[in-house]
């Protein structure tokens, strides 16, 4: 089981910190990714990490203005995004599939399991 926590009404230019929550199985043999889908559109990728950590992939939108990373220890992936934007509001989702070791997955296709998403509106 996957919860996203942490989406809210933001300012323009403002920062977020969504984290994702898993329950019920070995995490850390878990690739994960984060995915967007805004109102009328498609879902889009936005970040992934490997099982460990140690590699991960940014969407062209985000890089250089997000962070993923994760705590095993405590199942949790989180994801800043800072400098936010208007085009940013969507509903944010964490999704988590078994890998082998350094393998990060940008394809929502790859995905196995998901959460409920979050919302995330950037607002003046």
């Known amino acids: 089981q996957l919860v996203e926590s942490g989406g809210g009404l933001v300012l323009p230019g403002g920062s977020l910190k969504l984290s994702c929550a898993a329950s019920?199985?070995?995490?850390?043999?878990?690739?994960v990714g984060w995915f967007r889908q805004a109102l009328g559109k498609e879902r889009e990728f936005v970040a992934a990490i490997s099982r460990a950590g140690t590699k991960y992939d940014y969407s062209a939108s985000l890089k250089g203005r997000s962070t993923i990373s994760r705590d095993n220890a405590k199942n949790t992936v989180t994801l800043e995004v800072n400098r936010l934007k208007p085009e940013d509001t969507a509903v944010y989702y964490c999704a988590a599939k078994r890998t082998v070791t350094g393998a990060v997955i940008s394809s929502a296709s790859g995905y196995a399991y998901w959460g409920q998403g979050t919302q995330v509106t950037v607002s003046s």
């Open positions: 019920g199985r070995t995490f850390s043999d878990y690739g």
